[in-house]
């Protein structure tokens, strides 16, 4: 992370990287384009308020590939073979993590590089109108907490304590924030948010992509700021904030499981196609989920299998092996090139709400919404769960609903359950990792 000042103003360091990254959104917004005297010496500040939010869209996608890919090795949801790169079947199954490496730098890069631009974000609304003030303010308050937490997910807290850099400024010499300390940030900046909503009128002056279709207004958008406050009240055990935080998101018991907001993409001149979509049945592929999901997954009373295990996987005759590892499911990510990828979708909140009543004992109110996704699976509803058996139900659930959107590995180290995740290889020395490693750019004298 280079020059972002806690108050918000982006070093010029900072603002030339992100300049670079949201050059190409004047395709995907098909807004405003930039007033640059010298196109080879840009500043940030010749960007519009829409170019922002754009590049903000359009930056959160890089290096979402690898976060994707990393997670669901982590939590052994899958592998991904890599003749080009032994680190996707060496460093992520036994390490070292490699704190040089590009596995942990690309994401927690590319996060900050976001950051940065919700930063300028913040340090242009003092100089808008009160109404467009306020709307700018919790769009980049919103995004800039999502981030936070998708980099604290990847890091975790090292043994020194050290979890996120919250200072803005580039300077090294700064204390890293704690898990906790990085929590409370997230959260004060959703929840200023959400009050700021309140004052942003009917519509925001800025415009969102397809991706929010639906949460595109001050009082939808609301719905997306309180869906994450409940995630993290969720990870955070204060499950009492998560059900009031669910009851004004989006979450609709009776809805689509599929409704939320997503990165989108698409195949026009400059923009990103989905990176993780493969042609399923090619004579080569790289992601497979793990033998483990098929194994685990139920069948119903008929011979029908989880409707979750057979739309999320292909398979493949003959098996895939690849440095000592066999799969023959093909992982299905992404459909096609196209296929948006979930920030957050209802399916979630109701198992985050599912969780928070497990959490709290409250287990009638837990089945009730478990069995919401297990119907829709075509699964026979639960009966009789309790405290014995409430958190292993919640957490196949969560397991099936959400493959690949970067749950599995960060419930189970919530939970201290890592251990019962597979291990392939032990004579490789396979183990479980919990956490990947702060950038080496990161840490003083390094």
């Given at each position: 992370m280079k020059k972002i000042n806690k108050s918000g103003e982006t070093g010029r360091a900072w603002k030339l990287a992100v300049l670079v990254f949201i050059i190409p959104i004047f395709v995907y917004t098909g807004c405003e384009t930039l007033n640059i005297t010298n196109p080879n010496a840009?500043?940030?500040?010749?960007?519009?308020?829409?170019t922002l939010v754009g590049g903000v869209e359009t930056d959160m996608?890089?290096?979402?590939?690898?976060?994707?890919?990393?997670?669901?090795?982590?939590g052994r949801e899958g592998y991904f073979f890599e003749p080009a790169d032994p680190r996707f079947t060496g460093e992520l199954l036994f390490g070292p993590i490699d704190a040089g490496g590009f596995l942990s730098q690309t994401p927690w890069a590319t996060r900050y590089r976001v950051i940065a631009t919700c930063n300028e974000l913040l340090d242009r609304a003092p100089n808008l109108s009160a109404t467009a003030q306020a709307g700018v303010e919790a769009y980049a308050r919103t995004m800039r907490a999502y981030n936070l937490?998708?980099?604290?997910?990847?890091?975790?807290?090292?043994?020194?304590?050290?979890a996120l850099r919250l200072n803005f400024d580039g300077d090294l010499s700064v204390a890293f924030a704690s898990k906790e300390e990085a929590f409370d940030f997230i959260e004060?900046?959703?929840?200023?948010?959400?009050?700021?909503?309140?004052?942003?009128?009917?519509?925001?002056?800025?415009?969102?992509?397809?991706?929010?279709a639906g949460f595109d207004a001050p009082a939808t958008f609301r719905q997306f700021n309180r869906a994450l406050a409940a995630r993290v009240a969720?990870?955070?055990?204060?499950?009492?904030?998560?059900?009031?935080?669910?009851?004004a998101s989006f979450l609709d018991a009776g809805g689509d499981l599929s409704n939320g907001v997503f990165h989108i993409y698409?195949?026009?001149?400059?923009?990103?196609?989905?990176?993780?979509?493969?042609?399923?049945?090619?004579?080569?592929?790289?992601?497979?989920?793990h033998q483990s999901f098929e194994t685990d997954s139920e069948v119903n009373n008929v011979g029908v299998v989880d409707l979750r295990f057979s739309s999320k996987t292909f398979k493949r005759s003959?098996?895939?092996?690849?440095?000592?590892?066999t799969s023959d499911l093909a992982a299905i990510v992404a459909e096609t090139n196209v296929s948006p990828y979930p920030i957050i979708r209802n399916e979630e909140l109701i198992l985050l709400r599912a969780e928070a009543n497990v959490g709290l004992g409250q287990f009638p109110a837990a089945e009730t919404d478990m069995n919401i996704v297990r119907v829709a699976a075509g699964l026979a509803p639960y009966a009789g769960t309790n405290t014995g058996n409430g958190l292993d139900r919640l957490l196949h659930e969560k397991r099936y609903s959400l493959f690949g959107e970067g749950?599995?590995?960060?419930?189970?180290?919530?939970?201290?359950?890592?251990?019962?995740?597979?291990?392939d290889r032990p004579a490789r020395g396979d183990k479980h990792i919990t956490r990947m490693e702060i950038p080496l750019a990161e840490i003083a004298g390094q």
């Open positions: 840009p500043s940030l500040e010749s960007a519009s308020i829409q996608r890089n290096g979402l590939r690898f976060y994707v890919e990393a997670t669901m090795t982590l937490l998708m980099v604290l997910n990847y890091v975790d807290e090292d043994a020194q304590g050290r004060n900046d959703l929840n200023a948010a959400n009050t700021a909503l309140g004052s942003a009128g009917s519509s925001f002056t800025f415009k969102l992509s397809g991706g929010f969720v990870y955070r055990g204060n499950f009492n904030d998560a059900l009031t935080a669910l009851q698409s195949t026009a001149a400059g923009d990103l196609v989905n990176p993780n979509f493969e042609i399923v049945d090619a004579a080569f592929i790289k992601l497979h989920a003959p098996p895939d092996v690849f440095d000592e590892l749950h599995r590995w960060v419930d189970m180290r919530r939970y201290g359950l890592l251990s019962q995740l597979p291990i």
